[in-house]
């Protein structure tokens, strides 16, 4: 997966697509604590944009969107040739077995409950986002 754009990241860069500005700008400050670059999107259609640009280590998708949703999204991710590797976590407010059953059928990597708890959230990312040869043990 490739963590290094052509504008010299040197962090794995997460791409986290919300409705919500609030989710956004609270996730962001979350993520680059971690010590992930972050680049965020209102949409589905512009976070598939990015994707397709940044070629992100992981996607954080929210579920439940007005328009094309996160699942609709998902599916469309896992479909697109040039993003189908990418990991996608799948993030809702709604935690039923439905719902998990319904992010894991679009093709999602993973689900994560909102609100997102930083410990939860890191221990999700790692199972995904290898470090670096230089960090590794």
């Not at 040739?81 to 998990?100: E, F, N, R, S, Y």
Request: contains cysteine; glycine residues 8%; hydrophobic residues 40%.
């Amino acid at each position: 997966m490739a963590w290094f754009s052509s504008d010299g990241r040197t962090r794995p860069l997460i791409i986290h697509v919300d409705d919500s500005q609030t989710v956004l700008a609270v996730t962001k400050l979350m993520l680059e604590s971690l010590g992930y670059d972050v680049v965020q999107a209102t949409s589905g259609a512009d976070g598939i944009k990015l994707a397709e640009k940044e070629k992100p280590a992981l996607i954080l998708l929210d579920a439940m969107m007005p328009g094309i949703d996160g699942f609709e999204t998902c599916v469309s991710i896992k479909r697109n040739p040039k993003l189908k590797g990418i990991p996608v976590i799948m993030a809702t407010g709604a935690d039923g077995v439905k719902d998990v059953e319904k992010a894991m059928a679009c093709g999602a990597d993973s689900y994560i409950v909102k609100p997102l708890q930083q410990d939860r959230l890191k221990t999700k990312l790692e199972g995904f986002i290898k470090p670096r040869p230089s960090q590794a043990a």
